[in-house]
């Protein structure tokens, strides 16, 4: 047997979790029921952490849920850092499953160390970014040596997966790289628009005249942000300090929320250039063009299932100094716009967008091509629902457990995200277009306003006077 087919396979995420929670058919067994973890019909509800810990750890005959270990390594990470539970592991592995004995027998070796690998290959496909702490290198190098030593044929299993690892993590640096240079882009540009009179930018019209292709370069855009968010980012935004843990905060030491927040920026971005684009032209049916032309880009983001595009841009639809624009709205058909606001109307908790969401996963689930399965959420409300859910319920119990029942709700969700992260971008790129849209500069609040003045006068003593303060 290839030590490939003796490796546990790995189901892709969107099976991870069936309707009632999640599924406990990988890999359960008898010693599930050890001390230290509280179920109730047969789901686990809590437990201590000591004994979350030892329930991860694979032994000759027992290899833990898939869900269960996607959901412990997430919320782990309000308790400990990801470095420590590493460490526990690895001295669990190697004091319980005798590794540490020389001249170990490869019969034994060949029962455990499928398991073990496959384990560290999913922390370290899932939670990549856990590894660029030394002290994780460190210790998974040494766990993997082990396995590696004992038997020969486990070799390039190890080396395929800190290979891989070490690819991953050179991609991230590299697109971290490039967001620097992008930041730096658009700030060189803003001080030469502010030098220089505005008729010098080139407006989006002219980049690009059709809406289709906008939204699909925007899609781009989203999808890459997306994909490079890792699933405990969610997780780390709320962490606090654990109260047993004597006032030690889990993060205080790096920030771990980073592609998070670049994806934030993104929304808020976009948002800006929507306005910057409208209030920017002198001539009001030029203005009313570009209102028309960024009413069929959201409509065919909704098409494509380009959520968070949508909402940015009906969120700078709908910032002051445009929405204020009463000659220039007067000039555009407006029908198109009322329907899409009404699919993002915040009423009823988003009821709308949430039914429109639902539809797209559904399609996503059945989807044949990569174009019907793309399913990019609004993200804000994404971060706010994990923030309620995270809020709403205590991460231990009064006896001191681990409340694992809140984890599998946030798991769900994380999840969910994880599936759609992974979609390819099935739309050719078009550099020009990218280019433009992430690096040329778009106004503050105080040129918005006044542009907006400038365009169309103020219209009473408020206006007026801040037209004043402006000018």
Same mark, same amino acid.
């Given at each position: ?18 309707? &009632?929670?999640?599924?406990?058919? =990988? ?25 979350? !810990? ?30 420590? =539970? ?7 592995? !190697? ?13 034994? #070796?060949?029962? !455990?160390?499928?398991? !073990?690998?496959?384990?560290? $290959? ?85 980049? *690009? ?47 771990? $929320? ?17 306005? $910057? ?69 915040? &009423?009823?908790? /988003? ?12 399609? &996503?689930? $059945? ?15 994404? #971060?706010?629902? #994990?923030?309620? =859910?995270?809020?709403? *319920? ?12 809140? /984890? ?61 303060? =402006?000018?």
């Amino acid at each position: 047997v290839s030590s490939q087919e003796r490796m546990p396979q790995t189901p892709p995420f969107a099976a991870m979790f069936d309707s &009632s929670g999640y599924n406990r058919n =990988l890999y359960q067994s008898k010693e599930d029921n050890c001390a230290g973890l509280y179920y109730h019909d047969n789901n686990l509800l809590s437990g201590s952490l000591e004994a979350l !810990i030892q329930h991860l750890v694979p032994n000759v005959d027992y290899y833990p849920d898939r869900t269960y270990i996607f959901t412990f390594l997430l919320s782990s990470r309000l308790f400990m850092h990801p470095y420590e =539970l590493m460490a526990k592991v690895c001295h669990l592995c !190697i004091e319980q499953q005798r590794l540490r004995e020389p001249g170990l027998d490869k019969n034994w #070796i060949q029962k !455990i160390a499928p398991k !073990i690998l496959q384990l560290l $290959t999913e922390w370290t496909e899932t939670f990549p970014y856990d590894f660029r702490d030394e002290r994780m290198m460190r210790n998974l190098k040494e766990l993997a040596q082990r396995i590696a030593s004992g038997d020969e044929m486990y070799r390039k299993n190890v080396q395929q997966l800190l290979q891989h690892l070490i690819r991953k993590l050179a991609t991230v640096s590299q697109y971290e790289e490039v967001l620097a240079k992008i930041n730096a882009t658009s700030t060189d540009r803003l001080t030469v628009l502010k030098t220089k009179p505005q008729s010098i930018q080139r407006d989006i019209i002219t980049v *690009c005249n059709d809406p289709y292709a906008l939204a699909q370069q925007l899609t781009h855009i989203e999808l890459e942000r997306l994909n490079y968010i890792g699933p405990e980012e969610f997780v780390q935004a709320f962490v606090q300090k654990d109260p047993l843990d004597n006032d030690k905060s889990c993060y205080g030491d790096q920030k771990k $929320t980073r592609n998070l927040e670049v994806y934030v920026e993104w929304f808020n971005r976009l948002s800006y250039l929507v306005a $910057t684009e409208i209030c920017m032209p002198v001539k009001k049916k030029h203005r009313a063009r570009v209102i028309e032309y960024f009413i069929d880009v959201a409509r065919e983001c909704f098409n494509i299932g380009n959520f968070n595009s949508l909402m940015a841009i009906i969120s700078g639809m709908n910032m002051t100094p445009v929405s204020r624009l009463k000659k220039t709205w007067a000039k555009v058909k407006t029908a198109k716009f009322y329907i899409l606001e009404h699919q993002m109307d915040p &009423s009823s908790n /988003f009821y709308n967008y949430r039914t429109a969401l639902r539809g797209a996963a559904q399609r &996503s689930l $059945t989807a044949h091509s990569n174009r019907e399965k793309i399913v990019i959420p609004f993200f804000s409300l994404l #971060i706010k629902d #994990i923030y309620f =859910l995270n809020e709403g *319920c205590a991460n231990r119990l009064p006896n001191g457990h681990v409340n694992f029942e809140k /984890f599998w709700e946030l798991a769900k969700q994380v999840s969910e995200f994880m599936t759609w992260k992974q979609v390819e971008c099935p739309f050719e790129r078009d550099r020009k277009i990218l280019q433009f849209l992430l690096t040329v500069p778009v106004f503050s609040d105080d040129a918005l306003y006044l542009a907006s003045y400038e365009s169309e006068s103020p219209e009473n003593h408020i206006e007026k006077d801040r037209w004043k303060t =402006l000018r």
